[in-house]
């Protein structure tokens, strides 16, 4: 099983692009945040065209998640549980043939010292609390998506710049450890010990031409998930085009099930 999460900085603006990079990779899994647009006009028809179905989780102008996958999904969840009140479009959850998805768009956080880093921080509490429910279960399971999260150093470019900044913060960085000390695979550096892995280059100040990026795109995988994990992969290509997102796609390869021994 193919999946993919690409964080794509409004699915209307970025449409052709979209369109484009699913056909070449073909994924059987599309895990989108950011989509930029209520459910009702998100534009399914031209994902459904590609033989995809879709499940979009929509809010006007900001954050939503959608769901593309080749196979029927099924048993889908649109909230993240926790908090009942919290009206954010930032998670939709699903089953596709055996495998439990989830397409979550974590937080930023920033400023500092406000609700909106208090939010994030109470946002990955209730993560934990749903992948422990999920560990419970023994199912192989994928939490797709952006994190908003550096886990280490070497995963941006200027540690020290990032120093303030809410994606870099000990007490953000030790709750994603803390979902790694559940028993949680990070699927790309459990294949990859490089440095300058990005996944997003801000639009500002050059930062794609001169390479001054973070790596806040993850997959987190369960045991059953892990034991199947084949290739996880960044795509740099998208975010070389023209009208690109300022994230690029990241790719994870799962071997069906069938063939663990």
């Given at each position: 099983?193919?999946?993919?999460?690409?964080?794509?900085?409004?699915?209307k603006a970025r449409l052709p692009?979209?369109?484009?990079?699913?056909?070449?990779?073909?994924?059987?899994?599309?895990?989108?945040?950011?989509?930029?647009?209520?459910?009702?006009?998100?534009?399914?028809?031209?994902?459904?065209?590609?033989?995809?179905?879709?499940?979009?989780?929509?809010?006007?102008?900001?954050?939503?998640?959608?769901?593309?996958?080749?196979?029927?999904?099924?048993?889908?969840?649109?909230?993240?549980?926790?908090?009942?009140?919290?009206?954010?479009?930032?998670?939709?959850?699903?089953?596709?043939?055996?495998?439990?998805?989830?397409?979550?768009?974590?937080?930023?956080?920033?400023?500092?010292?406000?609700?909106?880093?208090?939010?994030?921080?109470?946002?990955?509490?209730?993560?934990?609390?749903?992948?422990?429910?999920?560990?419970?279960?023994?199912?192989?399971?994928?939490?797709?998506?952006?994190?908003?999260?550096?886990?280490?150093?070497?995963?941006?470019?200027?540690?020290?710049?990032?120093?303030?900044?809410?994606?870099?913060?000990?007490?953000?960085?030790?709750?994603?450890?803390?979902?790694?000390?559940?028993?949680?695979?990070?699927?790309?550096?459990?294949?990859?010990?490089?440095?300058?892995?990005?996944?997003?280059?801000?639009?500002?100040?050059?930062?794609?031409?001169?390479?001054?990026?973070?790596?806040?795109?993850?997959?987190?995988?369960?045991?059953?998930?892990?034991?199947?994990?084949?290739?996880?992969?960044?795509?740099?290509?998208?975010?070389?085009?023209?009208?690109?997102?300022?994230?690029?796609?990241?790719?994870?390869?799962?071997?069906d099930g069938s063939d663990i021994?």
């Open positions: 099983m193919k999946i993919a999460t690409w964080n794509v900085n409004s699915a692009l979209i369109t484009d990079w699913l056909r070449a990779e073909s994924p059987d899994v599309a895990l989108l945040q950011e989509i930029k647009c209520e459910t009702a006009a998100f534009p399914r028809a031209a994902f459904e065209e590609l033989g995809y179905h879709v499940t979009p989780v929509g809010q006007k102008s900001y954050n939503g998640v959608a769901f593309l996958s080749k196979a029927p999904h099924e048993d889908v969840l649109t909230r993240l549980p926790g908090e009942p009140e919290d009206e954010q479009a930032r998670y939709v959850e699903a089953t596709v043939s055996g495998v439990r998805i989830a397409s979550l768009y974590l937080p930023n956080g920033n400023p500092l010292g406000t609700e909106k880093f208090a939010y994030k921080l109470r946002w990955m509490d209730r993560l934990h609390t749903h992948a422990r429910s999920l560990l419970a279960q023994e199912i192989p399971f994928v939490l797709g998506g952006d994190y908003n999260i550096i886990p280490e150093p070497r995963d941006v470019f200027d540690p020290v710049a990032f120093a303030g900044d809410a994606l870099f913060q000990p007490e953000s960085r030790a709750k994603f450890r803390a979902l790694l000390n559940l028993g949680l695979t990070e699927a790309y550096r459990a294949l990859h010990d490089d440095d300058h892995a990005y996944t997003f280059w801000d639009y500002q100040a050059g930062c794609w031409p001169r390479d001054l990026g973070l790596r806040i795109d993850h997959f987190l995988l369960s045991p059953q998930a892990a034991d199947r994990l084949v290739e996880c992969r960044i795509d740099r290509r998208p975010r070389g085009a023209e009208k690109a997102s300022d994230h690029t796609p990241v790719l994870l390869d799962l071997r021994s």
